[in-house]
């Protein structure tokens, strides 16, 4: 991995590890790829192995297979205690700390310790951005004592400064008026490049990074940037596999509190979302997004090897199987490979001898759609 050091000096003091290699040959026969032409690399000098679907470079063609689980979503390695799925070994051993409440990686500098590497990335941004002073409870870090004592305000109850509308309390009299322009649908600072306004003068400095492309959050593991600090916190979610937002309902966890909102509805039946068109619902604003597709014809998602477009994002992913060859469902019963869950699903019936689908003539029963769609044109067709 090849980092500038002035832009992330904290990889001074840590030692990056290569990617754990994943031998994918040892799965199954029916997970190769074509040696001869292998359709996951090309070269690219130095870091001579690079995904083709997000460009990513490595030097060893197993990290590259190693990376490509990001975008198939296989996950091989299952903790023993949770039954929570790892796309890496080295994914799985992380997660371990969680049942074991071991905190292995220590802060050089103050000795704090933290159970994820990522998160001992993060905090080493304290000491190398010049903010020394840190929060004992959230471990922000501050430029001056001053800015830190103020700060600690949040979390005491010295909160003397009381909205008169809906009672929430402010450590400062500033902050709590510019809270006022809630209320009053005051909209006094305006953005230079698109006119649009807003209530406080923070939300408009967040806004200006559109503009500018401005993105100074940077992920310490992967060195993606984010415009808002609250949308690097909500990715480091995909490194350290956290899903704080869990269904009263079901126990399904979620990444992030509008999927857990929007899963709700699998119990409520609701459907708010209705299309314009044909009336159908949805319980996602995604999900009548996505269908809106089906009347405009729209194929956004475009194959990068053959050209093919798709309307969802999905079956683009599930089709990019067709030219790595990867099939990552297994059968547990005769370890055969699929390049589709929904095949190795109806494939399944095989050995369970479920036959869920019944003729409406004579009652006979299949164990595919299909099957039973001929049997109805060969015996019960009508002229």
Request: net charge positive; with cysteine.
């Amino acid at each position: 991995m090849s980092v500038c050091v002035s832009l992330f000096p904290v990889y001074q003091m840590l030692v990056i590890k290569e990617e754990v290699p994943y031998d994918w040959d040892a799965q199954s026969q029916n997970s190769k790829p074509d040696r001869n032409v292998d359709p996951l690399c090309f070269s690219t000098g130095k870091l001579e192995h690079s995904c083709y679907l997000c460009g990513k470079g490595f030097r060893e063609k197993s990290s590259l297979k190693t990376h490509m689980m990001l975008h198939t979503g296989e996950k091989p390695f299952a903790c023993d205690v949770c039954c929570k799925k790892f796309p890496t070994k080295a994914n799985l051993k992380t997660h371990m700390n969680v049942h074991s409440g071991e905190k292995p990686f220590s802060c050089d500098i103050c000795g704090a310790i933290f159970k994820v590497k990522e998160s001992l990335i993060n905090h080493m941004w304290i000491h190398t951005t010049g903010k020394p002073f840190v929060c004992s409870v959230c471990s922000k870090g501050f430029s001056r004592q001053g800015i830190l004592n103020r700060h600690m305000r949040i979390h005491t109850v010295d909160k003397q400064f009381i909205c008169g509308v809906c009672s929430k309390g402010f450590s400062r009299q500033g902050n709590l008026k510019s809270h006022m322009n809630v209320h009053t649908s005051e909209k006094s600072f305006i953005c230079s490049v698109c006119s649009k306004g807003f209530s406080e003068h923070r939300s408009l400095k967040t806004h200006m990074r559109v503009h500018t492309g401005e993105k100074p959050f940077i992920c310490g593991v992967c060195n993606k940037g984010f415009s808002q600090q609250g949308n690097l916190k909500i990715h480091m979610r995909v490194h350290t596999s956290e899903k704080p937002f869990t269904c009263s309902v079901c126990s399904q966890e979620f990444s992030l509190k509008v999927s857990l909102k929007a899963h709700m509805c699998v119990h409520t039946k609701e459907k708010p979302f209705i299309c314009s068109i044909c009336s159908k619902i949805f319980s996602w604003k995604q999900s009548l997004k996505n269908h809106m597709r089906v009347h405009t014809g729209e194929k956004p998602f475009i194959c990068s090897v053959c050209s093919k477009g798709f309307s969802q994002k999905e079956t683009l992913k599930s089709h990019m199987r067709v030219h790595t060859g990867e099939k990552p469902f297994f059968c547990d019963v005769c370890s055969k490979g699929f390049s589709l869950k929904a095949i190795l699903k109806t494939h399944m019936r095989i050995h369970t001898g479920e036959k869920p689908f019944t003729c409406s003539v004579c009652s006979k029963e299949f164990s595919q759609k299909e099957t039973l769609k001929s049997h109805m044109r060969f015996f019960h067709s009508f002229s």
